[in-house]
């Protein structure tokens, strides 16, 4: 399977910046999109930001402005940069990926990382 790997989290004030980054890896895969989710105790994961192999970005309507996600296709990374960070970005940030792995066929995969915390606290 396609594995991700995530880093860049921390503990921020409110208004600073952080970038979150992922890496995939597998022996033989093709990513379509990737994307990155959060998500508090109590509350469903949510969609913060995706980005297709094409380049064409989505994101949540709170990051809008603030957040920028950008991949290297060559690399089979992406990157979340996240700047004005407020109180309400504290979450679990998770790195997300489909496309296609090829074991003995291809066949399509969906991955998550592992996690990374986010804290903005003043």
């Known amino acids: 399977q396609v594995q991700l790997v995530e880093s860049g989290g921390g503990l921020v004030q409110p208004g600073g910046s952080l970038r979150l980054s992922c890496a995939a890896s597998?022996?033989?895969?093709?990513?379509?999109?990737m994307a990155w989710y959060r998500q508090t105790p109590g509350k469903q994961r949510e969609l913060v930001a995706a980005i297709t192999s094409g380049g064409i970005t989505n994101y949540a309507d709170s990051v809008k402005g603030r957040f920028t996600i950008s991949r290297d296709n060559a690399q089979n990374t992406v990157s979340l940069e996240m700047n004005s960070l407020k109180l309400e970005d504290t979450a679990v940030y998770y790195c997300?990926?489909?496309?296609?792995?090829?074991?003995?066929?291809?066949?399509?995969?969906?991955?998550w990382g592992q996690g990374t915390q986010v804290t903005v606290s003043s």
């Open positions: 597998a022996r033989i895969f093709s990513i379509n999109s």
């Open positions: 997300n990926a489909d496309g296609l792995w090829y074991g003995t066929k291809w066949l399509p995969f969906t991955s």
